[in-house]
């Protein structure tokens, strides 16, 4: 399994998304001091019923959890689009 197919399957495990999109941006990265270590960038834009009634951050925090260890051996950086299906719907 791939890193990006393991970081897939925490998030789908753990958050039950109705939408899942996870980008590798590593390659942007490239000689970065931050990329030296192997790990990788990524973008997620997930949409879960579970964000409901969560701020920003405490919706972040929610991903890092479902992530766990990956995020101190597989991801340097992770931007993130955390949205409910009604904000997702909406535009």
């Known amino acids: ?44 834009h997930i949409v879960s019923d579970v964000f409901a009634g969560l701020a920003p951050l405490a919706r972040h925090r929610r991903v890092y959890a479902a992530l766990g260890d990956m995020m101190q051996t597989d991801i340097h950086a992770l931007s993130i689009r955390a949205q409910t299906p009604s904000e997702a719907g909406a535009g």
Request: aromatic content about 2%.
């Open 1 to 44: 399994m791939t890193r990006l197919e393991r970081i897939r399957a925490a998030l789908q495990a753990q958050l039950a998304p109705t939408a899942l999109e996870v980008i590798d941006e590593s390659h942007k990265h490239a000689g970065h001091a931050g990329a030296r270590d192997g790990r990788g960038h990524f973008a997620v």
